[in-house]
């Protein structure tokens, strides 16, 4: 049996100067920034070296878990440029479906949650569930506006 944590698929999908990319979020902490020593590296001269910080947190009562975002580090020290989560600022904020978040002029993030039963259900015959059906399904629902997030 799967336990909650298995049962969705968080996701983050980066637009920066360089390029268009998808992350499956299975990790407790990730850090975001142009640094190349970050967990998430952000190609973008106007974000910071250690722009931002993602953390899972989990509700001990009903075993579900969410994203953190957080302006800067664990340590305390800030963005330069800050955070904008559907165009507001942001110290630290619970990540909900399809929020975005402005790390520059330039760089947006977008976060998802799928589940993965819904998703199964959308496969063809001899298609698997990966890195590369999530990418183009996200692409279409970008470009038609549908929603198959929960």
Do not use: C
């Amino acid at each position: 049996m799967r336990t909650l944590q298995q049962q969705f698929e968080h996701i983050l999908v980066i637009k920066d100067r360089k390029e268009r990319r998808m992350i499956t979020l299975t990790k407790d902490i990730y850090t975001l920034g142009r640094s190349s020593k970050n967990g998430i590296v952000i190609y973008d001269r106007q974000v910071s070296r250690y722009h931002a910080t993602l953390v899972r947190k989990q509700d001990m009562r009903t075993k579900k878990y969410s994203f953190w975002l957080i302006d800067g580090d664990l340590k305390g020290r800030r963005s330069t440029n800050g955070l904008l989560v559907n165009n507001k600022q942001s110290l630290s904020r619970k990540l909900k479906i399809g929020d975005v978040i402005g790390l520059s002029g330039t760089t947006t993030l977008k976060y998802y949650k799928f589940s993965r039963l819904a998703l199964q259900k959308l496969l063809k015959p001899g298609q698997i569930l990966n890195q590369a059906f999530l990418e183009k399904m996200l692409i279409s629902n970008d470009e038609n506006k549908k929603t198959i997030v929960t």
